[in-house]
T-cell receptor
């Protein structure tokens, strides 16, 4: 989607491996979010940030870490991947008037 | 706990057959209710924001309405290209930023 870019789009990890998902936005928004989407579970908030240098936990933060060193970038890290982290990950940025989502990262942990 | 429940989980319509999707919510205080459309393999796409009971918004064949406990997304004379998953989300009134809480979505299929 215009304004929010996620990389990579697909990834397969082995249990115990680590990786970082990158979200970049060019909309100059303060707020950024990481959600995961699983069948039958809807979108669940992992972590979010209300500005450069700030992060906060969402509904399902365990097993993930985040960093917001620059306003335009929000990184999601998995230190030791587990099969339960197989999911589609969406980054979003926005205001109180609505969010813009990226196109997602499909992650499989085997 | 803030909750958002969408029904039905899935809906199959014939082209031209109008219907409504429901989003009921339980929150301490509503700042806004959001509707999104999601196509397979893509991120959610913003449709509407509603802020107060009685408010209505329209876009092509879609009309969203809001009461104090639920929202409806009315689809008039749907076409196959309206097939998608429709997501409802709420933002709760609290100090500072409060992220959206999403329902599980309604998967709509429109058959020609």
């Amino acid at each position: 989607n215009a304004g929010v870019t996620q990389t990579p789009k697909f990834r397969v990890l082995k249990t115990g491996q680590s990786m970082t998902l990158l979200c970049a936005q060019d909309m100059n928004h303060e707020y950024m979010y990481w959600y995961r989407q699983d069948p039958g579970m809807g979108l669940r908030l992992i972590h979010y940030s209300v500005g450069e240098g700030t992060t906060a936990k969402g509904e399902v933060p365990d097993g993930y870490n985040v960093s917001r060193l620059k306003k335009q970038n929000f990184l999601l890290g998995l230190e030791s991947a587990a099969p339960s982290q197989t999911s589609v990950y969406f980054c979003a940025t926005g205001t109180d008037y609505g969010y813009t989502f990226g196109s997602g990262t499909r992650l499989t942990v085997v | 706990e803030d909750q958002v429940t969408q029904s039905p989980e899935a809906l199959r319509l014939q082209e031209g057959e109008s219907s409504s999707l429901n989003c009921s919510y339980t929150v301490s205080g509503l700042r806004g209710l959001f509707w999104y459309r999601q196509d397979p393999g893509k991120g959610p796409e913003f449709l509407f924001t509603l802020y107060s009971a009685g408010e209505e918004k329209e876009k092509e064949r879609l009309k969203a309405t809001l009461t104090k406990k639920e929202s409806f997304l009315h689809i008039t004379a749907p076409k196959p290209e309206d097939s998608a998953t429709y997501l409802c989300a709420v933002q709760v009134i609290r100090s500072g930023n409060t992220p959206l809480v999403f329902g599980k979505g309604t998967r709509l299929s429109v058959i020609a």
